[in-house]
């Protein structure tokens, strides 16, 4: 069995969340709205971008236990959106980063997964580390009918419609 590196395993990562994007931003959208970012670091770019820009959300553990092993995601994630964007983005569109914090608790990420989707109105979610985060924001991203992208692989033998596709594993 081939090994596949961390190298190769980022690029194809890469290539995948993007394809992601790419089709998700294809999809009719029934209409957009400027999302504030707790940060209010997208805030400017996303108001003022209007149809120019593609939000996609970010939901990790900045702060509590987690945070030590997915600070490093969050960063891995908007390094590759900002090298996305320097090459002229999706579709012509730059994307935009709504980044929130799931704080190592489970329901949180249930409840920011919900907040990302119906108020930032995000065309993606990149999130979650463990198992018990994924499956926290499973119901919402069916019920939903929107896409998640786990970075991390994962003990597997689940299967929904919400399994659209997923670096390293599905939901």
Known sequence: MTRIGRRKFLVYGTAAAGA?????????EEGTTAADTESGESTEVAASGGDDVIKVGILHSLSGTMAISETTVVDAEELAIEQINANGGVLGKQLVAIKEDGASD??????????????????????????????????????????????????????????????????
């Open 106 to 171: 489970w329901p949180t990420f249930a409840e920011k997964a919900e907040k990302l989707i119906d108020q930032d109105e995000v065309a993606v979610v990149f999130g979650g580390w463990t198992s018990a985060s994924r499956k926290a924001m499973l119901p919402v991203f069916e019920e939903k009918q929107h896409m998640l992208w786990y970075p991390v692989q994962y003990e597997g033998q689940e299967c929904s419609r919400a399994h659209l596709g997923v670096v390293g594993g599905v939901l």
């Open 20 to 28: 992601s994007v790419f089709l998700k931003a294809c999809a009719p």
